[in-house]
């Protein structure tokens, strides 16, 4: 959980996990405002598949899941998307996919915390994070609503499966033999 809490922390240059009052207590714990001032001078713009976003997407779903467990991650993940969606950048399941990609990394890690060693060794993105070509992105409220209906609705549904299942079959979540 502390090398996972420390992912997201260090990933994050948004203020929203720390300003949020279920999460403010533990991120200002974990990382006091002048640690993370030193933090942000050096950070530069960490990437997955070429994006800053699917970075952050990524480690503080993994850091909200060792935090508060899969469901909230994945609650926040939606939650943020639904809000980009209503005068952001738009709603994104690539945003989505590295969301799920963050919590399913988490999970391995949390149930099998010994994995960790034999990650740094052979870690490659594209082994834990979907790339995010060809997933829709930048929907407005309007037009989700008009594609995909509601989070209950049987499209989104659908597509929210679908990418389960294709972060699923990623190599580094397959058991190895």
Same mark, same amino acid.
């Given at each position: 959980p502390a090398f996972l809490l420390a992912l997201g922390i260090a990933l994050d240059d948004s203020s929203l996990l720390r300003t949020n009052w279920v999460t403010?207590?533990?991120?200002?714990?974990?990382?006091?405002? @002048? %640690?993370?001032?030193?933090?942000? +001078?050096?950070?530069?713009?960490?990437?997955?598949?070429? &994006?800053h976003d699917l970075a952050q997407h990524f480690s503080v779903s993994a850091a909200l899941t060792a935090a508060a467990g899969p469901q909230a991650a994945e609650n926040a993940g939606v939650l943020k998307e639904l809000l980009d969606a209503r005068g952001g950048s738009g709603?994104?399941?690539?945003?989505? @996919? %590295?969301?799920?990609?963050?919590? +399913?990394?988490?999970?391995?890690?949390?149930?099998?915390? &010994?994995?960790?060693?034999?990650?740094e060794k052979s870690f490659r993105i594209a082994d834990y994070v979907l790339s995010p070509r060809?997933?829709?992105?930048?929907?407005?409220?309007?037009?989700?609503?008009?594609?995909?209906?509601?989070?209950?609705?049987?499209?989104?549904?659908?597509?929210?499966?679908?990418?389960r299942k294709r972060v699923a079959a990623l190599p580094g979540y397959c058991e190895k033999k």
């Open positions: 403010r207590g533990l991120w200002r714990k974990i990382e006091p405002d @002048a %640690a993370r001032k030193q933090r942000l +001078a050096v950070l530069g713009e960490p990437t997955l598949h070429g &994006r709603f994104s399941f690539a945003d989505l @996919a %590295a969301d799920f990609a963050g919590i +399913a990394f988490a999970r391995r890690l949390l149930d099998k915390p &010994r994995q960790l060693a034999e990650m060809g997933l829709p992105e930048g929907l407005t409220a309007a037009e989700f609503t008009k594609k995909y209906g509601s989070l209950k609705d049987e499209r989104y549904l659908r597509m929210q499966e679908d990418i």
